[in-house]
């Protein structure tokens, strides 16, 4: 069973730096994975798709890296603002064929940019 | 931006009672999901529809709930005789293919059993 963890739980950081966001999963027979953003009692915003034969994808200053080898993916914001903190999480799609899959996720990254 | 859309945004419900959690999935998109999240707790996934049926569920997806496409643009979640433990926010998701598609979610509709 696909296991999702992201490290760390939480992090706070000053206005303007850049930073990682770890996501790492068990199962290696990965689709895609997915990071979305969720901010406080609201819904789930995709913020970028990778796809098991890609490395990374970038959207703006964001950039996602996969490897799937070592079932790690990364998130790397560049000049953080007050208005990337939110809590981030990733999703690894397993794909159709082997019993009930649809998104595994993990329980996130609390993030505070501190202006 | 097309986006899913979610009815109720919350609702109260005394347990034992039978609710149905509306969604609106983006028009071009032939999968629609569910998915919950428990207070504090990751999002879980319900189930999968696709072509008029259930394409894949979760162990979580038990008799207690159901779900239909009544018409062209609503997708439907019924949760039988609510228990306080179904108290959670879902979201309801669509995309335009099952594999290589961005899932996009809507708000969410959260529920609480007392």
């Known amino acids: 069973k696909q296991e999702v963890t992201q490290i760390p739980a939480a992090l706070s950081v000053p206005e303007g730096e850049n930073l990682v966001l770890n996501c790492s999963f068990t199962?290696?027979?990965?689709?895609?994975l997915q990071w979305f953003r969720q901010d406080p009692g609201k819904g789930l915003t995709s913020l970028l798709l990778?796809?098991?034969?890609?490395r990374e994808q970038t959207s703006g200053r964001l950039n996602a890296s996969l490897d799937k080898s070592s079932g790690r993916s990364t998130l790397y914001i560049a000049a953080s603002q007050p208005g990337d903190s939110a809590t981030y999480l990733c999703?690894?799609?397993?794909?159709?064929?082997?019993?009930?899959?649809?998104?595994?996720f993990g329980k996130g990254t609390h993030l505070i940019i501190q202006p | 931006e097309p986006e899913v859309t979610q009815t109720p945004s919350h609702q109260v419900t005394q347990m034992g009672q039978e609710v149905i959690l509306r969604c609106v999935p983006i028009?071009?998109?032939?999968?629609f999901y569910w998915y919950r999240q428990i207070l504090g707790q990751k999002v879980e996934f319900l189930v999968s529809?696709?072509?008029?049926?259930?394409?894949?569920k979760s162990e979580i997806f038990d008799d207690q709930f159901s779900v239909e496409r009544p018409d062209g643009s609503n997708f439907t979640l019924k949760i039988r005789s609510t228990k306080l433990e179904d108290s959670a926010m879902y979201f309801c998701a669509s995309s335009r293919g099952q594999s290589g598609n961005t899932i996009y979610f809507g708000e969410g509709s959260w529920l609480t059993v007392v």
């Open positions: 028009s071009n998109h032939l999968y």
């Open positions: 999703a690894a799609y397993r794909g159709s064929g082997g019993g009930a899959d649809g998104l595994t």
């Open positions: 529809f696709y072509n008029n049926e259930i394409s894949e």
């Open positions: 199962d290696s027979a990965i689709y895609n």
């Open positions: 990778i796809q098991s034969s890609q």
